[in-house]
T-cell receptor, first 113, second 115 residues
């Protein structure tokens, strides 16, 4: 079945550091890929998405590129801020499965001054 | 416009009692999903509704769980004879359609605690 694997957290970085959160997936066909973020005390919200191979999703300085050859969708940001502290979830939805999302386990990011 | 709303925000119940959780999707969204977020299982799909089609119940963990969607809008998730392992945050999401590229918008969740 479909699955998403994320790097274990927590990830602790100093402000202005470079961030990478690894995400790989297993799915048949050509899934759509998403990063969702959950800020403390808030609900899940979409951060970015990519719907076909080689697409790059971007938002709020975050980027992720859909790499079909490596089945990956790694999240990157060049300079993190304290306000980026949150839990980040990688997810996929497969064509024909009515968009139900399969999530990774989440990676907690803590950014310190 | 208004986002997805859920009620109650918190629910504490005793083992063996029934509970009902409510979801109001974004107006005009035809697809509605329920997920569960728990420490042991992460985020898992439970059930989805699309228009007047039969719901996809493939993620429901047992027959104690059921859901309905009235008039293509509000949905209620019911858990009968609650168990301690049902303790989790129950999330509702809606999307315009069920095309796999569509964004799902999540509500704030209902935190269920079974004593």
């Amino acid at each position: 079945g479909d699955s998403v694997t994320q790097m274990e957290g927590p990830v602790t970085l100093s402000e202005e550091a470079f961030l990478t959160i690894n995400c790989t997936y297993t799915a048949t066909g050509y899934p759509s890929l998403f990063w969702y973020v959950q800020y403390p005390g808030e609900g899940l919200q979409l951060l970015l998405k990519a719907t076909k191979a080689d697409d790059k999703g971007s938002n709020k300085g975050f980027e992720a590129t859909y790499r079909k050859e490596t089945t990956s969708f790694h999240l990157e940001k060049g300079s993190v801020q304290v306000s980026d502290s949150a839990v980040y979830f990688c997810a996929l939805s497969r064509t024909g499965t009515a968009s139900k999302l399969t999530f990774g386990t989440g990676t907690r990011l803590q950014v310190t001054l | 416009g208004a986002g997805v709303s859920q009620s109650p925000s918190n629910k504490v119940t005793e083992k063996g009692k029934d509970v009902e959780l409510r979801c109001d999707p974004i107006s005009g969204h035809t697809a509605l999903y329920w997920y569960r977020q728990s420490l042991g299982q992460g985020l898992e799909f439970l059930i989805y509704f699309q228009g007047n089609s039969a719901p996809d119940k493939s993620g429901l963990p047992s027959d104690r769980f059921s859901a309905e969607r009235t008039g293509g809008s509000v949905s209620t998730l019911t858990i009968q004879r609650t168990q301690q392992e049902d303790s989790a945050v129950y999330l509702c999401a809606s999307s315009l359609t069920t095309v796999s590229t569509d964004t799902q918008y999540f509500g704030p969740g209902t935190r269920l605690t079974v004593l």
